[in-house]
């Protein structure tokens, strides 16, 4: 396995091969055989943009939601998680360790919106012991990538 292949495409997805064998010292058309079998064997699993929405005159908030669970017999967590992970409002769901078991950041329209989802749709599932919801009141740094400024309105106050 090529690691600074796949470092090189964390860090910028829009590298085309030629770049890579630029940058690796490899043939182009041997970094291509290896992408394709990343993408084909799920060690790459898609390719995304990080866009900061506070540019943009999206309106929407942003949620982690703490969960304590009871872990099912034979499945662990995985059952419970593959209800939470399916609801299209989750973004991205983890097993913790420490005072909780799973973490779960959810976006939406709304605070209301996203007290709706924990109220009606996760707190409801059985095995779900507990929620803590905390929402995200700005984004300083995501996926290794530092966001610029805050927009400050006249009177000095974070937009």
Same mark, same amino acid.
């Given at each position: 396995?090529?690691?600074?292949?796949?470092?090189?495409?964390?860090?910028?997805?829009?590298?085309?091969?030629?770049?890579?064998?630029?940058?690796?010292?490899?043939?182009?058309?041997?970094?291509?055989?290896?992408?394709?079998?990343?993408?084909?064997?799920?060690?790459?699993?898609?390719?995304?943009?990080?866009?900061?929405?506070?540019?943009?005159?999206?309106?929407?908030?942003?949620?982690?939601?703490?969960?304590?669970?009871?872990?099912?017999?034979?499945?662990?967590?995985?059952?419970?998680?593959?209800?939470?992970?399916?609801?299209?409002?989750?973004?991205?769901?983890?097993?913790?360790?420490?005072?909780?078991?799973?973490?779960?950041?959810?976006?939406?329209?709304?605070?209301?919106?996203?007290?709706? +989802? *924990?109220? $009606? #749709?996760?707190?409801?599932?059985?095995? /779900?012991?507990?929620? @803590?919801?905390? +929402? *995200?009141? $700005? #984004?300083?740094?995501?996926?290794?990538? /530092?966001?610029?400024? @805050?927009?400050?309105?006249?009177?000095?106050?974070?937009?």
């Amino acid at each position: 396995m090529d690691r600074s292949i796949l470092k090189l495409l964390e860090q910028d997805g829009r590298l085309t091969a030629e770049q890579i064998a630029l940058m690796c010292g490899k043939e182009v058309g041997d970094v291509k055989q290896l992408i394709a079998e990343y993408e084909r064997d799920g060690v790459i699993l898609g390719y995304k943009a990080l866009v900061d929405w506070d540019k943009t005159d999206r309106e929407y908030v942003s949620a982690l939601i703490e969960i304590k669970i009871t872990p099912q017999k034979d499945r662990g967590f995985d059952r419970v998680a593959e209800k939470i992970y399916n609801f299209p409002e989750v973004q991205s769901l983890y097993l913790m360790s420490g005072g909780f078991d799973l973490a779960v950041l959810i976006e939406g329209r709304t605070m209301k919106e996203v007290a709706y +989802f *924990v109220a $009606r #749709k996760l707190a409801p599932l059985e095995d /779900v012991l507990s929620t @803590a919801t905390h +929402f *995200v009141l $700005r #984004k300083y740094k995501d996926k290794g990538v /530092v966001y610029g400024p @805050a927009v400050v309105d006249e009177r000095g106050n974070c937009l």
